[in-house]
């Protein structure tokens, strides 16, 4: 621990040094920008809002918060040390195991010397006569930089819902991601739930059987599907190390860097039978594999579509006893797998608990929250406890609420309120030397994340050791490149169904002024093309860009 006087001393020796490198946040891109920059001998500051490192770990304490990627494949691979002394205990952690991993990192790489937490980034200007960044902190503190490299988050803007009167209720009231630090009493407590989303879906099964009653408001119901979590056994534990390097080369060729790989046939290329046996396999497997190892055209045709939605729905009914119940649960506006699949334990059969009520805010519109609870069109309620599992302003949210103003004062926010343009995903025109891990137009917003982490931080690292060999203060791409990155991202993401459908994967949110308009927010390539072309890119001498 820093001493207070050492902090103050930090603190001033930051606000007039400028700094080779500013990162805004300490999740795990964040940290691992900031080891790979330190290697380069780069004198780096990370700026972020919480108290501590893990963002999304750090973040979302809430009941049942946990992975859908498999635990091994999460980890960082950068350190072959590091693989071999951590031991995941469940095929799918648990959020305390993941946020003890990342602490781990940070201790073992010794990185929090160089965070400075409780800051929060609010606005960030670029001086083309020096070529440099200025940081301005929620506090009014200043704090310059060359490069400004932001490792925000896809999923750390978050939101409440836009309903009357939610700050007016008298009892606790929690949104998932500020979930509080201190373990929260839920015997015997009438909880509400707001939203079934891949979030609401843990809350909903974790906390079912702890609660007195529990009503679950749902405006979209989502095609959930078993994740079939479990130990991670000795002999399983001495396989997943000793397969680490095969494991990363298959997460290498895989599009969304799981270890599920789609399987080449057809839904209608084999018999009933054989589809029957097939999809029945995949729903007894764990993880992704039902939504990344399926048929080939289960997400890209409408009829593939329609017939495996139907095989889910099936599951729905047979697990759910009410089929009233089970008939809301089933979505009827989006296919299987065209918004995130939340994966669940016990989700369906806590409906059939006598206490848990669902609610369709569709058909019983909710009209306020109340003192004692919340008011929909048809009944008043009262609760101890609610829970807004209303999600994110994903992937663009935390760079609107960044003030960035580029070259000549223009505004970053206003450059991308029609979609975003960026070359490859981590840079735009009209802000050098800005560099966007899990920015938008990247691979990494539908991959297995830290791989795609991996890569965006490899790839800045060595741009950043370009710089530094060749004296180069300023990067920009060309508006060239920029249009012909963005033309591509969109025409790969045209006639896929995901982009017919409204969803945090489309820039929709209905809690956010301006964000009723689909966009395409995601490379969907898959990651190996991806990395292709950033690879090629480097490989011409970073062409595209203007380095000088
Ligand atoms: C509940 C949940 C479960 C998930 N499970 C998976 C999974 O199983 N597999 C998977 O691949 N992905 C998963 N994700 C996505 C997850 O966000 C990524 O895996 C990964 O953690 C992203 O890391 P990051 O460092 O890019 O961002 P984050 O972990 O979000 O960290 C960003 C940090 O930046 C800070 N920050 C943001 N804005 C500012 C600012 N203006 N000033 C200062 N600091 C700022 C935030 O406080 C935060 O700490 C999950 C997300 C959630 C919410």
């Known amino acids: 621990m820093l001493d207070s006087a050492t902090v103050v001393e930090k603190a001033e020796d930051s606000a007039t040094r400028v700094h080779d490198a500013i990162i805004i946040g300490a999740g795990i891109a964040g940290l691992y920008q900031l080891h790979r920059l330190r290697q380069l001998g780069m004198q780096v500051l990370v700026l972020e809002t919480g108290t501590d490192v893990g963002g999304t770990w750090y973040w979302n304490r809430y009941p049942g918060a946990r992975f859908d990627s498999e635990s091994y ?40 010397k160089d965070i400075r937490f409780n800051s929060r980034v609010r606005a960030a200007a670029y001086d083309d006569a020096r070529r440099e960044w200025t940081v301005t902190l929620d506090d009014g503190s ?8 932001t490792a925000m988050g896809p999923l750390s803007a978050d939101t409440l819902p836009r309903i009357a009167g939610v700050e007016s209720f008298k009892g606790q009231s929690f949104h998932t991601y500020r979930w509080p630090h201190h373990p929260v009493d839920f015997a015997g407590k009438r909880v509400a739930v707001i939203g079934t989303g891949a979030t609401g879906v843990q809350v909903i099964q974790t906390i079912a059987p702890l609660v007195g009653q529990l009503t679950v408001f749902q405006r979209t119901p989502n095609w959930c599907t078993p994740l079939h979590n479990r130990a991670i056994t000795e002999e399983e534990q001495r396989k997943i190390k000793a397969g680490y390097p095969a494991m990363f080369e298959l997460l290498r060729q895989t599009p969304g860097c799981y270890i599920h790989n789609t399987d080449p046939r057809g839904t209608f290329e084999v ?7 097939f999809w029945e396999m995949l729903y007894a ?24 939605s139907e095989f889910v729905a099936r599951k729905i009914r047979q697990r759910v006893k009410d ?10 506006n989006h296919g299987f797998g065209t918004r995130r699949v939340p994966q669940e334990t016990f989700y369906y059969e806590a409906y059939n608990l006598p206490h848990v009520k669902l609610v369709s805010v569709l058909e019983t519109p909710i009209e306020r929250v109340t ?50 343009k960026t070359f490859l995903g981590l840079m735009c025109v009209g802000f050098p030397n800005l560099l966007t891990i899990v920015g938008p137009h990247n691979a990494s917003t539908r991959c297995n994340i830290p791989r795609c982490i991996e890569q965006n931080v490899d790839w800045i690292t060595a741009l950043m050791r370009h710089a530094r ?35 945090w994967l489309t820039g929709i949110n ?29 490989a011409a001498g970073y062409k595209g860009m203007v380095l000088s």
């Open 73 to 112: 494949t999460y980890g960082y691979s950068f350190d072959g040390k590091l693989l071999e002394e951590w031991n995941w205990s469940e095929h799918f952690a648990a959020q305390p195991e993941t946020l003890r991993y990342i602490n781990h990192v940070a201790d073992r790489f010794d990185l929090r």
């Open 142 to 149: 200043t704090h310059a930089c060359r490069f400004l490299i």
């Open 271 to 277: 018999t009933e039978e054989e589809r029957e046996a």
């Open 285 to 308: 497997e764990p993880g992704f594999s039902i939504w990344m190892a399926n048929f080939r055209d289960v997400m890209t045709e409408l009829k593939a579509s329609a017939l495996f």
């Open 323 to 332: 089929p009233k119940v089970a008939d809301m649960l089933i979505p009827k």
């Open 371 to 420: 003192e004692k609870g919340i008011k929909t069109s048809k009944a008043e309620y009262e609760f101890d406890i609610i829970i807004y599992a209303t999600g994110f302003d994903g992937v663009t949210g935390a760079f609107d609420r960044v003030d960035f103003r580029g070259t000549n004062g223009n505004s970053l926010k206003e450059y991308w309120a029609d979609g975003p």
């Open 469 to 503: 060999d060749h004296n180069i203060t300023r990067i920009e791409p060309t508006p060239e490149a920029e249009a012909d990155w963005t033309k591509h991202v969109e025409e790969v993401a045209e006639g896929l169904l995901y982009a017919q459908v409204d969803s």
């Open 510 to 538: 209905s809690n956010i002024e301006g964000k009723n308009v689909r966009r395409i927010l995601q490379y969907q390539g898959g990651a190996p093309a991806y990395r292709e072309r950033c690879d090629a890119i480097a």
